[in-house]
């Protein structure tokens, strides 16, 4: 499968425990993006590189949330300290140089903060 | 700021039927609009796109034009099939933005026989 894979594809944690989640884009895309996604609500844009470049975040983005690309190619999300407010599918895409309007979605991280 | 609205469903019809599903948009300048598809176990992919006013995308029947005039970007497909069952979420990239998609909330579309 040449996919955009996630790992794990559940995760559940007690409030203040640390998760990470890894991300493996398809090979030849240097382009990854991370969503976060609530029941009933589209994906909302967290942040995205280019190469083992963070580009851009957003606010939602708060301090306890750290994204890493460390060799341009799988990433990783991290939330320190979570909360039950961080439950929600965590999604992950990514696009080629030439074409940036397609992103490919994974089928996302779901993690329940119990 | 950039935000898109699209209708609420869940949207049932009959195998064969017409389908709208309304999208509008708020933004600065000159987004990009799209409109991916989630289909049942499946990660969201692109289903068509349109990146200047009055540019028309289209695929697998599906069609969308890009309105400026009234900030539209609606989801047409003339005759459904019980496969188009799906989550259709619309969305927008903004035109000073490189890559962050905004999305809407989804609007799910159940197909029957």
């Known amino acids: 499968d040449t996919g955009v894979s996630q790992n794990p594809r559940h995760k559940i944690t007690k409030r203040g425990q640390n998760v990470t989640f890894r991300c493996d884009p398809i090979s030849e895309h240097n382009r990854l993006y991370w969503y976060r996604q609530t029941l009933g609500q589209g994906p909302e844009f967290l942040t995205y590189?280019?190469?083992?470049?963070?580009?851009?975040k957003s606010r939602l983005l708060s301090d306890r949330f750290s994204a890493e690309r460390p060799k341009g190619s799988f990433s990783t999300l991290e939330i320190q300290r979570t909360e039950q407010g961080d439950s929600a599918m965590y999604l992950c895409?990514?696009?080629?140089?030439?074409?940036?309007?397609?992103?490919?979605f994974g089928p996302g991280t779901r993690l329940t903060v119990l | 700021g950039n935000s898109v609205t699209q209708m609420e469903g869940p949207v049932t019809l009959s195998e064969e039927a017409f389908l709208t599903i309304n999208c509008t948009y708020t933004?600065?300048?000159?987004?990009?609009l799209f409109w991916y598809v989630q289909y049942p176990g499946e990660g969201l992919q692109l289903l068509l796109k349109a990146t200047k006013a009055d540019d028309k995308g289209s695929n697998k029947g599906f069609e969308a034009t890009y309105r400026k005039e009234t900030t539209s970007f609606h989801l047409e497909k003339g005759s459904v099939q019980v496969s188009d069952s799906a989550v259709y979420f619309c969305?927008?990239?903004?035109?000073?933005?490189?890559?962050?998609?905004?999305f809407g909330k989804g609007t799910s579309l159940l197909v029957t026989p």
């Open positions: 969305a927008l990239r903004r035109s000073n933005s490189g890559y962050a998609l905004n």
């Open positions: 590189f280019q190469n083992e470049a963070q580009l851009e």
């Open positions: 895409a990514s696009s080629t140089p030439v074409d940036r309007d397609e992103q490919f």
């Open positions: 933004a600065t300048g000159y987004p990009s």
